[in-house]
């Protein structure tokens, strides 16, 4: 397999980053000496591109997969986008208040921002900067809609309101992700192979959470990291070390002997 490997790619939370939200000096050694095998390196993540930027002036990926799949970045060039509509946007948002309460807590991705209903008290883990709106008449197609519930009626109810509309949990927080039915992590690498020329087996890729399922059966190699919900070391081809462990780092350097 290693012969092979033309592609790494590496969800962030709970995968490439520590549970303090960086990427140690470590990793991104590794991954460098990985870029200069000729392999390229990138990230898949369900994190909006504005929150990845942080992490890119310190790896350089040659690509990014962001928004969970909804767009595709390949040498700081857009190739690939999957959004809802803005009818469908403001169904979704709407919905989420209806199903959820009018104190919903929500997040939403476009292409180039983040805006967050909460105005004080914002997660410095996360993204303090986000754009405050409380998504009433709001203007923009999403990307991605984040609600902070753990109802599955509401989910239903939510999902229920647009055709296109596909929901996945986070395993860490009490909250859903809904996202156009084709934006998936897949979806996106398979566009990506198409784009580059490459086969799927060409691909070893690392994650932890429930959206990172359908990526790591696709590729060639799929690792679960030891800190992976149990559905993804489930169908995993091996487990490395946990994140807070740099388990991206120690497995990539005995694979390809770095």
């Known amino acids: 397999m290693e012969d092979k490997i033309r592609l790494i790619l590496c969800d962030l939370d709970g995968t490439l980053l520590h549970s303090d939200k960086t990427i140690s000096d470590y990793s991104a050694?590794?991954?460098?000496?990985?870029?200069?095998?000729?392999?390229?390196?990138?990230?898949?993540?369900?994190?909006?591109?504005?929150?990845?930027?942080?992490?890119?002036?310190?790896?350089?990926?040659?690509?990014?997969?962001?928004?969970?799949?909804?767009?595709?970045?390949?040498?700081?060039?857009?190739i690939y986008t999957r959004t809802f509509s803005l009818e469908e946007t403001r169904t979704i948002l709407s919905q989420s208040y209806s199903?959820?309460?009018?104190?919903?807590?929500?997040?939403?991705?476009?292409l180039d921002n983040l805006y967050w209903n909460r105005l004080h008290d914002k997660s410095t883990s996360f993204y303090p900067d986000s754009i405050y709106d409380d998504f009433r008449d709001f203007k923009i197609p999403a990307m991605k809609?984040?609600?902070?519930?753990?109802?599955?009626?509401?989910?239903?109810?939510?999902?229920?309101?647009?055709?296109?509309c596909d929901a996945l949990p986070f395993s860490d927080i009490p909250w859903y992700k809904f996202s156009n039915k084709e934006a998936t992590k897949e979806n996106a690498i398979k566009y990506l192979c198409s784009y580059l020329g490459f086969e799927c087996s060409d691909i070893i890729a690392f994650g932890d959470d429930f959206n990172d399922i359908g990526m790591l059966k696709l590729c060639g190699k799929g690792i679960a990291m030891q800190n992976a919900i149990s559905q993804v070391k489930e169908i995993s081809d091996d487990i490395a070390l946990s994140n807070d462990s740099d388990g991206v780092a120690e497995y990539l350097k005995k694979l390809l002997n770095l």
């Open 29 to 78: 050694q590794v991954l460098t000496k990985c870029k200069e095998k000729g392999i390229l390196v990138g990230f898949a993540t369900s994190r909006g591109r504005n929150t990845v930027i942080p992490y890119e002036k310190q790896i350089n990926p040659d690509l990014i997969i962001c928004n969970g799949g909804a767009s595709v970045v390949y040498k700081n060039k857009i």
């Open 145 to 164: 809609i984040c609600v902070q519930t753990q109802s599955e009626e509401a989910v239903k109810k939510i999902c229920q309101s647009v055709k296109a």
């Open 99 to 110: 199903a959820c309460g009018e104190n919903a807590e929500i997040t939403l991705d476009t």
